[in-house]
């Protein structure tokens, strides 16, 4: 019996694997996250629910006694909502080399998640029409003179991109960081166009600081990002490095309230907006409470955010497997048909076989298996990135 631990990372993604025993003559499936048993995921890997006390294939195709399962990839019966990424690619996330975190994230998110979410990304500023452009979507990619792309179902499977997520991660491959924040002008051009996508839609919202970029603005130095931020010889208490007469400019100044007034619109739309503060944006957390709040996704403590730290990818993907697990989360998975031999059915969480037996197992009834106990809370935690119903093998009951 092989052992292993697998790394937690984004939430939830659930695929029926069936088909009859068999030995021999096939060629085997690949192994679950694309990894052989006893890889653990790298050295910042965190333990998954099972540690190592649940058996673990090495593949699809290899069962707990090391036999020799035959398996098919079958879908389940889903309603994918879409997840929309509005990302900050200002300047300032050079810094730490934030964006290639933020993107790298995202990408393993969607390949995690496979075909459980649609997926949608814009980002700002459009910098190839100057620093302060409102932006626009990216992925799917929109033709001139053509409606914006709607969103796309994932298609990942066993920790591998498909077109799809290729897609995606080829998009926000292409974009460096630079420019300004222009955060509210950007939400008010994609509004409408994420209005028009129909279905069960989430915004995340990912920035390192203060929106700015407003034309028509003028502040205090108590509002000037350029003071708060301490920028270069910017002092919060010290003359107002906004003010063109200090050779400065307006569009630093903090763009609040129509900012909140943008997301304010979202949420009234019946789109929720998660807030994700990234390295960088701690100087402006009570406005980032009040972005989430307005969003409708607080998370009913301080913050109210998702406040992300370090610089690690770790700490990122912790912060979007949480919102994920809020979209997609379910301990109850409906299959496509009835499995042929209910005691050749297995649940698999990140990897490792959870036993059936006891509170914390799962249940087979039809074509519904249910999660329960502490097992489930896993999944709605997001602390699991992949729930799989695997026939074919015998049962872990213990």
């Not at 932006?135 to 990942?156: K, L």
């Not at 929106?211 to 003028?218: E, I, L, M």
């Not at 609040?256 to 007034?261: G, L």
């Not at 406005?287 to 009913?300: H, K, P, S």
């Amino acid at each position: 019996m092989v052992r292993s631990r697998a790394s937690l990372v984004p939430p939830v993604v659930a695929t029926l694997v069936a088909g009859a025993a068999a030995c021999g003559g096939y060629e085997r499936a690949p192994g679950l996250r694309g990894q052989p048993a006893g890889d653990d995921g790298g050295a910042d890997a965190t333990p998954s629910l099972l540690g190592s006390s649940g058996p673990v294939l090495k593949s699809c195709g290899t069962g707990p006694d090391g036999g020799v399962c035959a398996c098919a990839d079958e879908p389940l019966v889903l309603d994918p909502p879409t997840l929309y990424f509005v990302l900050d690619h200002s300047g300032s996330m050079i810094v730490g080399d934030k964006w290639t975190t933020v993107r790298d994230v995202i990408g393993s998110l969607a390949v995690g998640l496979g075909p459980r979410a649609k997926f949608g990304a814009a980002v700002f500023p459009a910098a190839a029409a100057g620093e302060c452009a409102p932006g626009g979507q990216i992925f799917p990619p929109s033709y001139v003179g053509a409606p914006t792309s709607p969103p796309v179902q994932g298609d990942g499977a066993f920790g591998q991109p498909g077109p799809v997520d290729t897609g995606l991660i080829d998009a926000l491959g292409r974009i460096v960081a630079t420019g300004g924040t222009p955060t509210a002008a950007t939400l008010e051009a994609l509004l409408p166009i994420v209005q028009g996508f129909g279905g069960k839609t989430y915004v995340v919202l990912a920035t390192d600081g203060g929106p700015n970029c407003d034309a028509a603005a003028s502040c205090t130095s108590a509002m000037c990002t350029l003071n708060i931020e301490s920028d270069n010889s910017c002092t919060p208490t010290g003359p107002n490095c906004c003010d063109p007469a200090n050779s400065g400019s307006w569009t630093a100044c903090l763009d609040a309230q129509p900012t909140i007034d943008a997301v304010t619109a979202f949420a009234s739309a019946g789109i929720p907006v998660y807030v994700v503060g990234v390295p960088g944006s701690e100087p402006y957390a009570q406005l980032l409470d009040q972005l989430a709040i307005a969003g409708g996704t607080a998370r009913g403590s301080e913050p109210q955010y998702y406040a992300v730290s370090t610089y690690d990818q770790q700490a990122l993907a912790s912060a979007m497997s949480k919102i994920a697990a809020q979209v997609t989360g379910s301990c109850t998975l409906t299959l496509d048909h009835v499995p042929p031999v209910p005691d050749q059915v297995n649940v698999f969480l990140d990897g490792s076989a959870l036993p059936q037996a006891g509170p914390d197992g799962w249940t087979l009834s039809g074509t519904t298996v249910t999660v329960l106990g502490t097992s489930c809370q896993a999944i709605l935690d997001g602390n699991v990135i992949d729930v799989r119903v695997v026939a074919g093998c015998p049962t872990v009951a213990y």
